[in-house]
């Protein structure tokens, strides 16, 4: 079965939701001429700039946490792929002001690539890099391997403090440790009930049993660690934190953010209930919840779903997630 989309042209979805999204900031972004990446128009001189990317469709991530105290740009694929290295290095040079400039993004083939690219096209004209390559996704290898695993929607966390840091005036080293420390202290973990679709062709992604859940899938449909029947949401929140909480690990006395994410299609009632759980299971092993965060922010399309994610903070990572921050996605303080 096709999924119907509100769409024109498959083709243009890009520049289209982008064009959108600049009407939707009221002026605190603009879109770059010829590539499709949008950037801050009020940017500070001799600030380290932090720029996102990857590919589009998981909206709101990651234009819309371009804004003040976060991202300075984001450089968007098509549906589901990697931006290019040209817009990648494009929206590089309209950030930089003379401070550097801290690449933040997903670890995915593709994106590891054409970032890794620009960076070496930015070095040649005199623009100094950074990058952090998020992997908070716990099911995607083993801990042994945690600069294989695939990321999510821990990106969030990273996002957040990258900007925090980077607004403090920061040195891009100082940008670059503080935000690695930041996506090292963050695990997630999610799953699928049903596919979301790619709109030049409308089809799923994967195909589910209907009385199945993927645990552990990945945002394009990669596999999880298990197939299993249906479970209640206090079951399956229990298996989901099962994983995350002792790879880290999280222990007593950690204070922590939890992001409970919808994966597209999932009802704010389902994440509430999510919530509920999350916070028991938190609660009675005496890890003090300090924030929670409750919506879409790393989306599949309509996939039906849901994330959970934890950042274990400490006082720095404390202090900079509490600097303020304000984007169409995200705002705090």
């Known amino acids: ?48 700039g932090v720029l996102l990317g990857g590919g589009s469709g998981h909206e709101p991530l990651f234009a819309g946490f371009v804004g003040e105290g976060l991202a300075d740009a984001a450089a968007c694929g098509n549906v589901f792929a990697a931006p290019s290295p040209d817009t990648i290095l494009a929206a590089t040079r309209a950030v930089n002001r003379g401070a550097g400039v801290l690449y933040v993004y997903g670890n995915y083939a593709g994106d590891v690539m054409n970032f890794d690219m620009a960076a070496e096209l930015a070095a040649d004209e005199g623009i100094r890099v950074e990058t952090v390559r998020v992997w908070d996704d716990a099911a995607s290898a083993p801990a042994a391997r945690t600069q294989d695993r695939r990321g999510i929607a821990g990106d969030l966390f990273v996002i957040k403090i990258a900007g925090a840091v980077a607004a403090s005036g920061a040195s891009l080293a100082e940008a670059h440790r503080v935000t690695s420390r930041a996506r090292d202290a963050t695990r997630s973990i999610g799953v699928a009930v049903a596919a979301g679709s790619i709109p030049e062709t409308g089809a799923r992604t994967f195909e589910l049993p209907d009385d199945a859940i993927e645990i552990g899938m990945g945002l394009h449909g990669e596999p999880g660690v298990s197939r ?4 209640p949401a206090d079951a399956l929140v229990d298996r989901m934190l099962d994983v995350i909480l002792p790879d880290l690990p999280f222990r007593g006395g950690d204070r922590v953010c939890l992001l409970v994410n919808d994966l597209g299609a999932t009802t704010t009632m389902e994440l509430l209930i999510v919530t509920r759980r999350a916070h028991q299971i938190l609660r009675a092993r005496d890890v003090r919840v300090q924030d929670t965060l409750v919506g879409s922010f790393c989306t599949s399309q309509e996939m039906a779903g849901f994330s959970l994610s934890l950042l274990r903070l400490d006082p720095e990572l404390e202090r900079h997630w509490t600097r303020p921050a304000a984007s169409l996605a995200l705002t705090r303080g």
């Open 1 to 48: 079965m096709l999924i119907k989309k509100i769409v024109n042209d498959p083709r243009n979805v890009v520049p289209e939701l982008l064009d959108g999204l600049v009407a939707a900031y009221g002026g605190r972004v603009r879109k770059l001429a010829d590539v499709n990446a949008v950037v801050r128009t009020e940017l500070q001189d001799g600030k380290v």
């Open 228 to 231: 299993e029947r249906l479970l």
